[in-house]
């Protein structure tokens, strides 16, 4: 390890960039792949329930209640989630 202050702050730089990666059990997120005319069904929080997928952008998914048919737009918070054994913390 190398350390350099900095102002205020130190700040810590690794002398080899394996040093500091260990095996570990990670949980990795992706962004879910929904699509428009998707049926899904959201259990628990403030979403929960069934839902029609009618618009996504990079960024948002519209969703449309099939019961009121009430429509929202939201930021995506869908994510495909796993464990997996891998280098911890990773570069890039």
Known sequence: MVWAEGGAAMVKFQDDP???MTEEKV???RPYPL???QKIRIEGGKRGGD???IGVTDRTVTLRCPVSLRE???SRFCYFVEE???A???NG
């Open 18 to 20: 394996e040093e500091a």
């Open 27 to 29: 949980t990795v997120f």
């Open 35 to 37: 699509t428009v005319g």
């Open 51 to 53: 839902w029609l997928v």
């Open 72 to 74: 929202f737009e939201w």
């Open 84 to 86: 997996q054994q891998g």
């Open 88 to 90: 911890w913390p990773r």
